[in-house]
């Protein structure tokens, strides 16, 4: 079965810290994304890649930042965590194309205190 | 810019029909996706819509309207299970495939 496999599902950092959020696909889609989910504000994008090591900045990059070593795996970094930054991360990827849409991983819920 | 609207929430009964309407403005659009959310979980996909005209699938159908910026979804025979958030994306052109998602319609199922 194909998926999207985010590293942890809670998370509970402190404000200040560096937190790594992890996203792992199997299916050797090209495109990965991520995003927040926010009551009343829907999903929104942070960031995005379309290739190895390339990286595009979504609607709300600030204070993140991303990192894409190997094809299967797209990381979000906040760079120091604050309280707005409490959220649901979810990560999706999705072939180059159009049509094919996301498929996405279950999701992390951080909390950041 | 883009700009999705969905109605915030929607109730219905079991073996009713409901229709979830998404109106959108986006400055490039290759075609339109719905995805069902339940409370905790991931988005799923369950359509997309390229051309004019209504797409079914079993209980589920969608319409798109490309001169309108209009979509709807509409689910037939509702059972308890289809309660869930539906969220509508709009597939932009800019050649990465990137979706905005309106911020979702939750529609609650009773007895």
């Known amino acids: 079965d194909v998926k999207v496999t985010q590293s942890s599902r809670y998370l509970v950092k402190r404000t200040g810290e560096k937190v790594f959020l992890e996203c792992v696909q199997d299916?050797?889609?090209?495109?990965m994304f991520w995003y927040r989910q926010d009551p009343g504000l829907g999903l929104r994008l942070i960031y995005f890649s379309y290739d190895v090591k390339m990286k595009e900045k979504g609607d709300i990059p600030e204070g993140y930042s991303v990192s894409r070593e190997k094809k299967e795996r797209f990381s979000l970094i906040l760079e120091s965590a604050s309280t707005n930054q409490t959220s649901m991360y979810l990560c999706?990827?999705?072939?180059?194309?159009?049509?094919?849409?996301?498929?996405f991983g279950s999701g992390t819920r951080l909390t950041i205190v | 810019g883009q700009n999705i609207d969905q109605p915030t929430e929607m109730t219905a009964t079991e073996g009713a029909i409901v229709q979830i309407n998404c109106t959108y403005q986006?400055?490039?659009?290759?075609?339109l996706f719905w995805y069902q959310q339940h409370a905790g979980e991931a988005p799923t996909f369950l359509s997309y819509n390229v051309l004019d005209g209504l797409e079914e699938k079993g209980r589920f159908s969608s319409f798109l309207s490309r001169s309108k910026g209009y979509s709807y979804l509409l689910l037939k025979e509702l059972q308890m299970k289809d309660s869930a958030s539906y969220l509508c994306a709009p597939e932009g052109n800019t050649g990465f495939q990137k979706l905005v998602f309106g911020t979702g319609t939750r529609l609650l199922v009773s007895p």
């Open positions: 999706a990827s999705s072939l180059a194309g159009t049509g094919y849409g996301y498929t």
């Open positions: 299916m050797d889609h090209e495109n």
């Open positions: 986006t400055s490039g659009f290759n075609g």
